[in-house]
């Protein structure tokens, strides 16, 4: 079992900026660890993924040159650095890690609003 915490969520004006940080209860070598989000009333969607040395990255099309993932495998954590966010960004934030098995964290939220 993979117990991730997700945090650094809040409140945040258009054209703002934040960091999440997703702290797991073990190791998380080896695993692709991801962020996905869920707007109100939609569903979860993959918002970026990372594998377990960096190499291969992905992001969805609508945050491509905003967000940035990143991961500390020696720290246990991965990041989502959020730049330039729209309303449209707004919605809980989920931390996931996946190897053999899946783990979710409970989620951040993050709100977009003047």
């Known amino acids: 079992q993979v117990q991730l915490v997700e945090s650094g969520g809040g409140l945040v004006q258009p054209g703002g900026s934040l960091r999440l940080s997703c702290v797991a209860s073990?190791?998380?070598?080896?695993?692709?660890m991801s962020w996905y989000r869920q707007a109100p009333g939609k569903e979860r969607e993959l918002v970026a993924g990372?594998?377990?040395?960096?190499?291969?990255?992905r992001y969805a099309d609508s945050v491509k040159g905003r967000f940035t993932i990143s991961r500390e495998n020696v720290k246990n954590t991965v990041y989502l650095s959020m730049n330039s966010l729209k309303p449209e960004d707004t919605g809980v934030y989920y931390c996931n890690a996946r190897l053999s098995d899946t783990y979710w964290g409970q989620g951040t939220r993050v709100t977009v609003s003047s």
């Open positions: 073990k190791s998380i070598t080896g695993y692709v």
């Open positions: 990372i594998s377990n040395a960096g190499g291969t990255i």
